[in-house]
């Protein structure tokens, strides 16, 4: 059974009913330095994927090809049923459904934990505020930290 979103675009590809990424000899590399050889990868909708290995193994760097924020030079990468192209509308399309979390994380210094919490839902996705805030309560509670929530980073 093939599988596309519901705002499938004329890029969209079908892939494997569950998966939600797939990746198929994926190559990157940085001038002569070839850092992803032949990665090939199937996530599939609910599953959890942990990506390790030694610094500089190219972790983080095959993350941010994923998200676009790093350009493959061969090989296919489809994101619920979306092939990450040169076309901008197919990288704006995926970026609005992934989230990332940086090594060296920073929250905005100037907003309160629940206003970095509600930045991307409020400011991407459009929700009402009041919508957002209960949402990112529901997300401080989960990690244990509602009492968090009015305070600013420090």
Known sequence: MSRQPASASPDA???????IIVCRDVHKWFGQLHVLR??????RTGEVVVIFGASGSGKSTFIRTINRLEEH???EIVVDGIA??????????????IGMVFQSFNLFPHL???ENVTLAPIRVR???RADAEAAGMQL????GIPEQSHK???
């Open 152 to 154: 600013y980073p420090a």
């Open 84 to 97: 990450l192209t040169n076309d901008v509308r197919n990288i704006a399309a995926i970026r609005s459904e």
């Open 126 to 128: 459009r929700h009402k």
């Open 112 to 114: 309160t934990a629940l």
């Open 13 to 19: 590809v079908p892939v494997d009913g569950d998966a």
């Open 73 to 75: 030079q061969r090989g």
């Open 140 to 143: 401080l509670e989960r990690v």
């Open 38 to 43: 032949g990665i090939d990868l199937t996530v």
